[in-house]
């Protein structure tokens, strides 16, 4: 990491720390996980957030349940949410009447995304014959539609799939050309790879926020095996904490709170002012951050 913060209580009292946090919520799949999420949701609201999220399954097969989560977020909450938007599986005219039903509904925020194959995670990509071809293409036609705030992925550790990292920032670069307010990037565990690749985003005179993706360690087998076929990095020092602790839930809860807090304060002393956390629909972890960095 890039410098470790010392003092941490020296973030907390700095009540004047213009500090935004957004989270990320995924569909629930069953009633009592959709208790679960409305839960999660209102523990976390009181923060204020900048926004909420919520993710779109592989070729749109959340479709109607992120777009009712989306709509009840806003019209319960009064928080701005944004709904996922992918190109897989669709054709321009199908994404195009995802987009209008949002706007029907009164949301204007999108996070867009090209998607992952359905044959998984680092299988080529085939977009649909007849649809967008990546996510340059999908802002264009989101734009295209309305007044729309949109938001876009990067990758701090390189997209799988790019060739090259001029390639990786070119493309970055296009999707915000084409009108994205911002982009949030995949999770990582290590700063450096944050640092270098704002280094990179900022040769390339991108001036658009970049919002640092932080992932609070709920499981770690199970976010380690998703970290690999993202193309996210575990580092050595990480696997190391958590190495015996599968059925010591409390140790383990105890050392996640530790590494994300690490991460998030060396983050804000080094002067990020956003943050989007990837809550897995649970509150717990991200509340307690949420209050270690002076949230209320």
């Known amino acids: 990491m890039r410098k470790m913060n010392k003092n941490i209580s020296h973030i907390t009292r700095k009540n004047n720390l213009d500090l935004k946090i957004s989270f990320e919520f995924?569909?629930?799949k069953s009633?009592?996980?959709e208790e679960r999420f409305w839960n999660s949701?209102?523990?976390l609201a009181p923060l204020n957030p900048s926004f909420v999220s919520v993710t779109y399954g592989a070729g749109g097969s959340t479709r109607e349940r992120t777009l009712r989560m989306v709509s009840k977020i806003t019209k319960d909450t009064g928080i701005f949410a944004a709904a996922h938007l992918t190109c897989v599986g669709a054709s321009k005219?199908?994404?195009d009447e995802v987009v209008k039903g949002y706007a029907?509904?009164?949301v204007n925020r999108i996070v867009a995304l090209r998607g992952d194959s359905p044959d998984g995670i680092g299988e080529k990509f085939i977009p649909h014959p007849d649809g967008y071809k990546n996510a340059i293409e999908l802002v264009t036609g989101i734009q295209k539609l309305g007044d729309f705030d949109i938001s876009v992925a990067a990758y701090p550790e390189k997209h799988p799939q790019s060739p090259t990292w001029n390639d990786d920032i070119d493309n970055l670069k296009r999707k915000i050309d084409a009108g994205a307010n911002r982009?949030?990037?995949q999770m990582f565990f290590d700063n450096d790879d944050y640092w270098?690749?704002?280094e990179k985003v900022e040769k390339a005179g991108i001036t658009t926020p970049i919002i640092p993706g932080i992932q609070p360690i709920h499981n770690f087998t199970q976010i380690s095996n998703f970290a690999?076929?993202?193309?996210?990095s575990i580092p050595t020092w990480l696997e190391a904490r958590f190495a015996g602790l599968e059925d010591d839930p409390e140790t383990h809860s105890l050392v996640a709170a530790a590494v994300a807090a690490e991460q998030v304060t060396e983050l804000v002393e080094n002067g990020v002012r956003e943050l989007h956390f990837y809550t897995m629909n649970r509150s717990n972890l991200v509340l307690a951050l949420a209050r270690l960095l002076g949230q209320r």
């Open 228 to 232: 690999k076929r993202c193309g996210t």
């Open 183 to 185: 982009a949030i990037t």
């Open 93 to 95: 005219v199908e994404v």
């Open 41 to 43: 949701l209102h523990r």
């Open 104 to 106: 029907l509904a009164g």
């Open 196 to 198: 270098r690749f704002m």
């Open 31 to 33: 009633d009592a996980a």
């Open 26 to 28: 995924f569909p629930p």
